[in-house]
Each structure stands twice: as C-alpha cells, then as structure tokens.
C-alpha cells in the first residue's frame, strides 16, 4: 500500500485527496518494466503482473481512465489467451458506459 499510496497505508484521504479504491493510481497508459501493451479489437491495454499471481488489464484507449479488470492466476498465458480475457471483458461492457453493464 505504501507503494501506491504516500500516507502511512491507513487510508487518510486528506494525504491523497485523488485516491479513488479500486482504481490504480498511475496516469492511464503508463507503462512500467513489467507492463505490456496490447491492441484487441482497436482497443488498447497496457498489461501488468499482480500480487495475485494473476494480470492487470488497464484499458488506456476507453473512455474511463483507470477502468479494466484483472484475471487470477494467469502465469504463463498465451498472447491469444490474454486476447480471449479482454474480449470477454469488451463483451460484457456497455458501448454506451464504458462500464461493465449491469444484469
């Protein structure tokens, strides 16, 4: 926590006024030495390893910063299986929203 966030981790919002929970913090499309970029459908993720064991999909070319989703366990995927997870995710998202739609 202390990584992401300046304070002590205890969660003071006057530390970190732009802190938002379940969003990441960095700037959308950021990319890092663990992260990878990939297009599908148009749309563009920036992919990162998470604590879980699992990846990150941050959707850099949607229209709401810091939105995607995450997949755990994910270790040694293919580059066509992480395709299959984000077009699961782009299914279920509503053109309309950009968010997941509600059922």
Same mark, same amino acid.
């Given at each position: 926590?202390?990584?992401?966030?300046?304070?002590?981790?205890?969660?003071?919002?006057?530390? !970190? *006024? =732009?802190?938002?929970? @379940?969003?990441? #913090?960095?700037?959308?499309? +950021?990319? %890092?030495?663990?992260? /990878?970029? $990939?297009?599908?459908?148009?749309?563009?993720?920036?992919?990162?390893?998470?604590?879980?064991?699992?990846?990150?999909?941050?959707?850099?070319?949607?229209? !709401? *910063? =810091?939105?995607?989703? @995450?997949?755990? #366990?994910?270790?040694?995927? +293919?580059? %066509?299986?992480?395709? /299959?997870? $984000?077009?699961?995710?782009?299914?279920?998202?509503?053109?309309?929203?950009?968010?997941?739609?509600?059922?």
């Amino acid at each position: 926590m202390k990584a992401i966030y300046p304070d002590d981790g205890g969660g003071d919002r006057k530390a !970190n *006024p =732009g802190a938002v929970p @379940g969003l990441r #913090p960095e700037p959308a499309g +950021s990319a %890092d030495a663990t992260s /990878r970029t $990939i297009e599908v459908d148009g749309e563009t993720f920036v992919l990162r390893p998470n604590a879980f064991g699992g990846t990150d999909y941050a959707w850099v070319s949607g229209p !709401n *910063p =810091g939105y995607g989703f @995450g997949v755990s #366990p994910t270790t040694n995927l +293919s580059p %066509d299986e992480h395709t /299959r997870n $984000i077009r699961d995710f782009l299914d279920t998202v509503d053109p309309g929203t950009g968010y997941i739609e509600d059922e």
